[in-house]
């Protein structure tokens, strides 16, 4: 039966605006109703990527818990041209659609009230390609054009009509028509094809998914290079081959090799530790030449920012390092994520930090070069300062609305989420943990699971039990970092450790609530040339606890540096601890560094007392412990020094690092280790960005210029640079070359299909400073020539360059419709931050506020994304105030280089 012809269009409000309930109507905008749920789909989409728009039919079969007649679904900016609906006994019920507003909440009103039963709807639809990088969407490159789908979190219903939500998991089968010429993939194999009799298109039907729910959906047509693998063999776990491919645009294929050669590995390792078979019928790694996120873990197709799969001998040794860990972290999501489920947006920490905890394990056991644990120690320490705001979300933050949604993609989420997870796993140990994860998901398997079925597992595993639901439950239901006062004393041979707990706020930061945490303190002490450590769980604000042995010669109240907390040492004890840093392990050292520098935003450690503790750090062969306080040095610099202390200042720093960039010399050598490589990045970006040091900028600018073709008037070609130095002398280049170098880097990114190149070059654009350049390089970022996924990029590396500041914000207030609207919804949130670097007035925070704020509501997220920036700054101008200029002063004059 035919029913009205409906538009459906408009995208705001989908929960509702702040209420995760049904409104007066009944119109379900939070959660659907628990009464009616999908059984299967079958999908049939004519997707041709030349066109505006696509066409499909959707058969769902829903399950009918109690007598009904109407049925809840979502769909989004669609033309349903038809639906029909079909009783259990396959007679046709007469049944329309109807729209309420622009809810993305899709009503089917049957004529009458039907029993209890499985019921068929059926959708005649066409929708168009999406704009912003979600759902179905199309990315066009020279004359070629790609149809790509990006659904996670709730885009799926502007793709087909459905249960948008993550708690139903139904089998899906999918089959596409599309140009004969094109290549098409989805989540499964495909079981058949047909030409039409034009022999123009071809319809693929694939093989029925496992259960899934509709965000991890996918397919992708276009004029794709397919490169095969071969299959990934049995194991112990899985008892058949693996089908593998890697799959990019047009020209890509040779750059597909790596990651197709890494990807076994992965699997195998996340099979041996979970003890479950990969759980699809093949696995698909595909680079998109447009995409929103950084990669999407859809069933058996992950897809990939091209740049964050496609590799060549140009590439950065860091580059190397991040395509492997995106797929070492999508791969996992494969089990945590797919293979179990989170049934609702509150708990979707636990995909994202599983994800990124397995991330850092596979890497630690297949590539120990990559030093994992020091990589994620760093996000930790990023994921701590966002923590710190009293704005920041819990990990389990209830959901009310589409930005919390969207902004739940944070690093509390990944980072926090993930340092949670190993936190508890160093307490109880690794093999009690792996016994709890492997039942979670063996129990869980092809279904969902929330943190509470996970902790329970866990704290089962664990045999603590209660204690230990207790202690996890603490850091995912409040936020904040908790502060871990120690005092050690000794006496009659004995120690005793008083540990006393509070929530860590930067300086002149006050909160009400006294939150009260289970935290494991694992404590190292060292005696003589040895250490041990001892866990304990302070679960007081205030505890005492008796150290086993004599009275330790030092100690640190975070072995391993596995912990969620930062510490609190006297001064004394924090002076012995930097005395026996070389015997610490390097994530350790990091530590150490932290508990210096928060205890400056505390405004507890001196600047100079800071800028003392870098000569021993700065010595250190990994890079993350070498370079662990420049990012405050780079703070006391721009706020506290004035312009007569920073050439004193910087002429200090400069012989601290400049030796041991000299040392490394200004390519990378064969076979030289990673940390070489990456130490050499950093301290050249260091030196010749913040410092500006002019020997450091001569040798960039004239790698940066080679690479353009400038000096001898060929083309660009930016292997002239070395691969990990390039993004830096380009910047050089361009800063220093004017409009001769800036048109040479336009050339160069406009003739560039690889995304990797255009992003460096789009960074050079972005950081000119000078006035006319700068303001077209603001107006290029909104033209079509700069994919919306490459924006950012330029308007990052801007906002870097103080001299840009004025202007970019000028330009953002007469821009920000465009700029808004470029913006896929889960970075809409974040626009204030990205035009906020150097803000760290009260005035600065005001005049923010005065624009953004009444804009805010258009910006999904933007009242969390806008309060956490205005938050920053406001705590940034606090501690400038209270840094003391006189004692940094005496400190640049006590320190000068003579
Ligand atoms: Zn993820």
């Known amino acids: 039966m035919r029913t009205s012809i409906?538009?459906?269009?408009?995208?705001?409000?989908?929960?509702?605006?702040?209420?995760?309930?049904?409104?007066?109507?009944?119109?379900?905008?939070?959660?659907?109703?628990?009464?009616?749920?999908?059984?299967?789909?079958?999908?049939?989409?004519?997707?041709?990527?030349?066109?505006?728009?696509?066409?499909?039919?959707?058969?769902?079969?829903?399950?009918?818990?109690?007598?009904?007649?109407?049925?809840?679904l979502h769909a989004q900016q669609m033309n349903v041209r038809a639906v029909r609906a079909k009783d259990a006994a396959g007679a046709a019920v007469e049944a329309k659609a109807v729209t309420h507003g622009d809810t993305g909440v899709l009503e089917v009103r049957f004529a009458h009230r039907l029993p209890a039963q499985d019921v068929e709807l059926e959708f005649d639809y066409d929708a168009p390609f999406n704009g912003q990088l979600e759902g179905v969407y199309k990315v066009k490159v020279g004359d070629d054009a790609y149809a790509v789908t990006q659904m996670e979190p709730v885009s799926a219903r502007l793709a087909f009509p459905g249960f948008d939500e993550p708690r139903f998991k139904v089998p899906f089968d999918l089959a596409l028509t599309v140009p004969v010429q094109d290549v098409a993939v989805a989540n499964t194999r495909p079981v058949r094809e047909e030409k039409s009799a034009d022999a123009k298109w071809k319809t693929i039907a694939y093989a029925t998914t496992p259960p899934l729910p509709t965000y991890l959906v996918a397919f992708a047509v276009g004029p794709w290079d397919v490169a095969e693998a071969a299959p990934i063999p049995p194991n112990a776990v899985r008892k058949t081959a693996l089908p593998l491919r890697a799959i990019g645009p047009r020209g890509s294929k040779d750059k597909l090799a790596w990651a197709l050669e890494v990807a076994p590995a992965i699997v195998a390792f996340y099979e041996d530790y979970t003890a479950q078979p990969y759980p699809f019928d093949k696995l698909d790694l595909l680079g998109a030449p447009d995409f929103s996120?950084?990669?999407?873990?859809?069933?058996?197709?992950?897809?990939?920012?091209?740049?964050?799969?496609?590799?060549?001998?140009?590439?950065?040794?860091?580059?190397?390092?991040?395509?492997?860990?995106?797929?070492?972290?999508?791969?996992?999501?494969?089990?945590?994520?797919?293979?179990?489920?989170v049934p609702w947006w509150d708990d979707?920490?636990?995909?994202?930090?599983?994800?990124?905890?397995?991330?850092?394990?596979?890497?630690?056991?297949?590539?120990?070069?990559?030093?994992?644990?020091?990589?994620?120690?760093?996000?930790?320490?990023?994921?701590m300062a966002n923590d710190s705001l009293l704005?920041?979300?819990?990990?389990?933050?209830?959901?009310?609305?589409?930005?919390?949604?969207?902004?739940?993609?944070?690093?509390?989420?990944?980072?926090?989420?993930a340092a949670v997870l190993a936190m508890f796993e160093r307490w109880v140990g690794d093999e009690r943990f792996r016994k709890g994860m492997r039942a979670y998901l063996a129990r869980r398997a092809f279904g969902s699971g929330s943190s509470d079925d996970l902790i329970e597992t866990l704290a089962e595993a664990s045999g603590k039990g209660e204690t230990f639901a207790k202690a996890m439950r603490s850091f995912l239901d409040q936020p904040g970092v908790p502060l871990v006062r120690s005092e050690l004393a000794c006496e009659a041979g004995k120690a005793t450790l008083t540990l006393a707990q509070s929530r860590y706020l930067p300086y002149q930061v006050m909160s009400k609530d006294a939150p009260r945490w289970g935290v494991p303190v694992c404590t190292r002490f060292g005696r003589g040339g040895r250490s041990d450590t001892q866990c304990f769980l302070l679960e007081q604000p205030e505890q005492r606890f008796d150290v086993a042995g004599a009275c330790p010669d030092w100690y640190l109240p975070n072995a391993d540096a596995r912990g969620y907390y930062r510490f609190d040492l006297a001064a004394t004890d924090l002076a012995r601890l930097g005395g026996?840093?070389?015997?610490?392990?390097?994530?350790?050292?990091?530590?150490?560094?932290?508990?210096?520098?928060?205890?400056?935003?505390?405004?507890?450690?001196?600047?100079?007392?800071?800028?003392?503790?870098?000569?021993?750090?700065?010595?250190?062969q990994m890079p993350q412990v070498a370079t662990a306080l420049l990012g405050r040095y780079e703070w006391i610099r721009a706020h506290v020094a004035d312009a007569a202390m920073?050439?004193?200042?910087?002429?200090?720093?400069?012989?601290?690092?400049?030796?041991?960039?000299?040392?490394?010399?200004?390519?990378?050598?064969?076979?030289?280790?990673?940390?070489?490589?990456?130490?050499?990045?950093?301290?050249?970006?260091?030196?010749?960005?913040?410092?500006?040091?002019?020997?450091?900028?001569?040798?960039?600018?004239?790698?940066?210029?080679?690479?353009?073709?400038?000096d001898s008037g060929s083309k660009a070609d930016l292997s002239r640079a070395d691969a990990d130095l390039r993004v830096t002398a380009l910047k050089v280049a361009v800063q220093d070359g004017g409009q001769a170098a800036f048109d040479a880097a336009q050339a160069a990114f406009e003739a560039s299909r690889d995304t990797t190149e255009r992003y460096a070059l789009l960074a050079a654009l972005g950081a000119t400073r000078d006035t006319a350049l700068g303001a077209r390089a603001r107006d290029y970022g909104l033209s079509a020539a700069v994919q919306i996924g490459e924006m950012g990029r330029l308007y990052e590396a801007q906002a870097d360059e103080p001299e840009n500041r004025a202007a970019l914000w000028q330009w953002l207030t007469q821009h920000?419709?465009?700029?808004?609207?470029?913006?896929?919804?889960?970075?809409?949130?974040?626009?204030?931050?990205?035009?906020?670097?150097?803000?760290?007035?009260?005035?600065?925070?005001?005049?923010?506020?005065?624009?953004?704020?009444?804009?805010?509501?258009?910006?999904?997220?933007?009242d969390r994304g806008l309060g956490q920036t205005l938050e920053g700054i406001r705590q940034c101008s606090a501690l400038r105030e209270h840094v003391d200029r006189k004692e940094l002063a005496e400190w640049v004059a006590g320190n000068a280089v003579k």
């Open 348 to 383: 979707i920490w636990l995909n994202e930090a599983y994800a990124t905890w397995g991330q850092a394990k596979a890497t630690s056991a297949l590539k120990p070069e990559y030093h994992a644990d020091l990589e994620a120690l760093e996000s930790r320490l990023y994921a």
């Open 293 to 341: 996120a950084g990669a999407m873990e859809n069933a058996g197709l992950i897809i990939y920012r091209d740049a964050y799969l496609l590799t060549d001998a140009q590439s950065a040794a860091d580059h190397y390092r991040s395509v492997f860990n995106i797929e070492a972290h999508e791969i996992a999501h494969q089990w945590y994520g797919d293979l179990v489920t």
């Open 391 to 417: 704005s920041t979300r819990k990990v389990r933050q209830p959901i009310l609305g589409r930005g919390d949604i969207e902004t739940a993609f944070d690093s509390i989420t990944y980072q926090k989420g």
């Open 580 to 620: 026996a840093i070389a015997t610490l392990s390097a994530p350790e050292q990091l530590v150490y560094a932290d508990a210096i520098d928060s205890g400056f935003r505390r405004g507890s450690v001196s600047a100079g007392a800071l800028l003392d503790a870098m000569p021993a750090l700065a010595a250190a």
């Open 816 to 862: 920000f419709e465009a700029y808004r609207k470029r913006l896929p919804p889960f970075a809409q949130a974040w626009l204030p931050k990205t035009f906020a670097p150097g803000r760290c007035s009260a005035a600065e925070a005001d005049e923010m506020s005065a624009y953004l704020a009444p804009r805010a509501k258009e910006l999904i997220g933007g």
């Open 6 to 72: 409906l538009i459906l269009s408009g995208m705001s409000c989908l929960f509702a605006c702040g209420a995760a309930v049904a409104k007066d109507d009944g119109v379900p905008t939070g959660k659907l109703p628990a009464e009616v749920a999908p059984l299967h789909y079958a999908l049939q989409l004519t997707i041709d990527p030349r066109r505006d728009r696509f066409d499909g039919e959707a058969r769902i079969r829903v399950k009918l818990a109690k007598p009904s007649d109407h049925v809840w």
């Open 646 to 710: 920073r050439p004193a200042l910087d002429a200090w720093v400069t012989r601290l690092y400049a030796p041991r960039l000299a040392r490394l010399g200004w390519h990378r050598k064969d076979g030289e280790p990673g940390t070489d490589t990456a130490l050499r990045t950093r301290i050249a970006e260091f030196l010749a960005m913040v410092v500006r040091d002019p020997a450091t900028r001569a040798e960039l600018g004239r790698q940066g210029r080679a690479a353009l073709g400038l």
